[in-house]
């Protein structure tokens, strides 16, 4: 949550600014704001809003040293007041921060006690306090932020400026901040997309860092104690970061969903035989005696995907926990694994979660999207994904690629037969080719979102694997059409929700050919008989269904194993058009960021 960047260097600071603000406002867009170091006295101008509403608002401001920062709200409405940067009381240091204080009350009474002043209801603005009081005791900013930093429980990424050096200091604690490294100037930022269009040399900092940045050079301390970090050289593009042409992000990451799933499949499905190469060695822990897979909002339907495909050939128990639910874990038996999946490698739950199944002796690997992310250090092992930067807040193009993950390691730990295994890898290489095609079923989806966008409420049914894409395709409604949506085992609704059924209340049924399939007809009777209209997803072509129901869209016949990821596209689809024709914020949905990084 909140988008960090900061300039020092040659040029302007200013546009670069807002083209790195405007580049990770998916983390947070309730307010924004740049401060900027002018003739000795800072420049600070702030909008309840969007960056390019910022932009529009205010002339650009000379100086080479700037900080900025894109809010979403934790504490302290969504106001011009609370927007970040934060000044001391001298406004002589400004600050911007990510993260939460837990003991922001206790500080912010004792500062106020001492004469402190605050123009904020923000937990942040106690940071340029501490470190205002601290510097007029050590006359210097890294000591100042260092000291005040030891009084802080909570979490940051943070980086302060003052009006007496040219020198930014960085500090990270359970929030994400990476060093972007240029030519006589270099930029700090919560996540690579800011750094894009200047460098595409990184340092991811580590918890514990703390960083003085200043044109020429950079200076990273870890514990108080001098260390270095590797430089990395960024593979995206900035190209990778722009709608190329598409009327918003969702429906080009949607459109790219058949590139990602060849992506993540490349190389790891073997050529000479039937069978699976990771790329990482997991043989030397042994077979699993148990699975717990930890997750947060579509990755944890991802993990109930992946739970229902690895129990289908797994000797040992899987089970799936939501990771913000999972703080404690108990002691591990033996042979028991972890797997956490974060698209972002940075959500602070899953992270806890990680560290506590660690701690309980799990062995732990991660599913993520995020190369030296957090979540790479907090566990033993990674498996990658290859979606490439999803600026969309909601997920679309990562959460396939995390089934296409999930669906790779179950074959490689748990082989089926040779038959079943040659018949399953031969599903996934087909599934880009099958997605093009749901994708090129827009107009379809298109009428059917007329009659969606103007509903209140919606249900979707489905059995089996498919259940958890009935709450996928539900967050999906909530978050980019604002429809209240519910996923439902199909065989549920008798057990209370009928009462909500009528004619104004859709319903969607993921129908697959596969083994609930007469099940699911017996369900949709039962709604059809309380008035409800149904829209059937199937891959059967049997003509009872269409008698049966209101609507029927015809998708690509799948393996039912591999059927959720083109159910998946399909629910995507009709998400993003019944928002389109509400005029909602498809990219940036109220209340809502990209990377949770608090708890």
Same mark, same amino acid.
């Given at each position: 949550?909140?988008?960090?960047?900061?300039?020092?260097?040659?040029?302007?600071?200013?546009?670069?600014?807002?083209?790195?603000?405007?580049?990770?406002?998916?983390?947070?867009?309730d307010s924004c704001g740049i401060a900027i170091c002018d003739n000795h006295k800072f420049q600070v101008l702030k909008n309840l809003g969007y960056v390019q509403e910022?932009?529009?608002?205010?002339?650009?401001?000379?100086?080479?040293?700037?900080?900025?920062?894109?809010?979403?709200?934790?504490?302290?409405?969504?106001?011009?007041l609370n927007?970040?940067?934060?000044?001391?009381?001298?406004?002589?240091?400004?600050?911007?921060?990510?993260?939460?204080?837990?003991?922001?009350?206790?500080?912010?009474?004792?500062?106020?006690h001492e004469g402190h002043q605050f123009k904020s209801d923000t937990d942040s603005e106690?940071?340029?306090?501490?470190?205002e009081q601290r510097v007029k005791e050590d006359k210097d900013l890294l000591v100042g932020v260092t000291e005040a930093l030891k009084e802080i429980e909570g979490t940051y990424g943070l980086v302060v400026m003052d009006l007496a050096s040219e020198v930014l200091v960085a500090a990270r604690r359970e929030a994400p901040l990476v060093i972007g490294v240029g030519q006589s100037e270099n930029l700090v930022a919560s996540d690579v997309p800011a750094i894009l269009e200047t460098t595409?040399?990184?340092?991811?900092?580590?918890?514990?860092?703390?960083?003085?940045?200043?044109?020429?050079?950079?200076?990273?301390?870890?514990?108080e104690i001098p260390s270095t970090r590797k430089i990395h050289a960024v593979t995206w593009s900035p190209q990778d970061l722009d709608k190329a042409g598409y009327e918003h992000f969702m429906l080009k990451e949607i459109h790219e969903q058949p590139r990602v799933i060849r992506d993540t499949l490349a190389g790891r499905i073997l050529s000479t035989a039937p069978g699976v190469n990771l790329g990482i060695d997991l043989s030397k822990y042994g077979k699993p005696e148990e699975i717990l897979l930890l997750a947060c909002g579509s990755a944890y339907h991802a993990c109930l995907v992946g739970q229902h495909f690895l +129990?289908? !050939?797994?000797?040992?128990?899987?089970?799936?926990?939501?990771?913000?639910?999972?703080?404690?874990?108990? $002691? /591990? &038996?033996?042979?028991?694994w972890a797997i956490v999946v974060s698209q972002s490698g940075e959500t602070a739950d899953t992270?806890?979660?990680?560290?506590?199944?660690?701690?309980?002796?799990?062995?732990?690997?991660?599913?993520?999207?995020?190369?030296?992310s957090s979540i790479t250090r907090a566990v033993h092992e990674v498996l990658y994904t290859q979606a490439g930067p999803e600026m969309s807040v909601a997920a679309t193009k990562t959460f396939?690629?995390?089934?296409?993950?999930?669906?790779?390691?179950?074959? +490689?730990? !748990?082989?089926?037969?040779?038959?079943?295994?040659?018949?399953?890898?031969?599903?996934?290489?087909?599934? $880009? /080719? &099958?997605?093009?095609?749901?994708?090129?079923?827009?107009?379809?989806?298109?009428?059917?979102?007329?009659?969606?966008?103007?509903?209140?409420?919606?249900?979707?049914?489905?059995?089996?694997?498919?259940?958890?894409?009935?709450?996928?395709?539900?967050?999906?409604?909530?978050?980019?059409?604002?429809?209240?949506?519910?996923?439902?085992?199909?065989?549920?609704?008798?057990?209370?929700?009928?009462?909500?059924?009528?004619?104004?209340?859709?319903?969607?049924?993921?129908?697959?050919?596969?083994?609930?399939?007469?099940?699911?007809?017996?369900t949709v009777k039962e709604i059809k008989s309380r008035g409800a209209p149904v829209i059937a997803l199937t891959d059967s072509f049997d003509g009872e269904v269409s008698q049966l129901v209101d609507y029927v869209v015809r998708l690509p016949i799948t393996e039912p194993l591999i059927s959720p990821v083109i159910n998946s596209v399909a629910l995507q689809l009709l998400a993003y058009y019944s928002a389109r024709v509400k005029e909602c914020p498809i990219d940036r949905p109220r209340n809502l960021a990209k990377s949770v990084t608090v708890h």
């Open positions: 949550m909140c988008g960090i960047a900061a300039y020092v260097g040659q040029r302007d600071a200013y546009p670069i600014l807002i083209n790195a603000l405007g580049r990770v406002e998916y983390r947070g867009y910022l932009q529009e608002k205010y002339s650009a401001i000379p100086g080479t040293v700037g900080i900025g920062h894109t809010r979403w709200s934790t504490v302290g409405q969504p106001s011009v927007a970040h940067p934060h000044l001391d009381c001298e406004d002589t240091i400004a600050i911007v921060h990510n993260g939460d204080i837990d003991n922001y009350y206790q500080l912010r009474e004792r500062l106020l106690v940071l340029a306090h501490l470190i595409e040399k990184v340092i991811y900092l580590e918890d514990g860092d703390i960083a003085t940045v200043s044109a020429e050079e950079f200076q990273i301390w870890h514990r +129990s289908s !050939f797994a000797s040992c128990p899987v089970s799936t926990r939501i990771a913000s639910e999972s703080e404690i874990i108990r $002691p /591990a &038996k033996m042979g028991a992270i806890s979660a990680a560290r506590a199944a660690r701690n309980a002796g799990y062995f732990t690997l991660a599913v993520t999207n995020n190369t030296d396939l690629a995390q089934l296409t993950a999930l669906y790779l390691l179950g074959l +490689s730990l !748990f082989p089926p037969p040779l038959n079943t295994l040659h018949n399953t890898l031969s599903e996934l290489r087909l599934l $880009p /080719a &099958k997605i093009q095609r749901v994708i090129g079923m827009a107009e379809q989806f298109q009428s059917l979102a007329r009659n969606l966008a103007g509903v209140g409420s919606l249900f979707i049914v489905g059995k089996g694997i498919n259940y958890p894409i009935t709450l996928e395709g539900s967050l999906k409604f909530k978050e980019v059409a604002y429809i209240h949506a519910e996923g439902y085992p199909a065989g549920e609704l008798k057990h209370g929700t009928f009462a909500l059924l009528g004619m104004d209340t859709p319903v969607i049924a993921i129908m697959s050919k596969d083994d609930t399939y007469a099940r699911l007809l017996n």
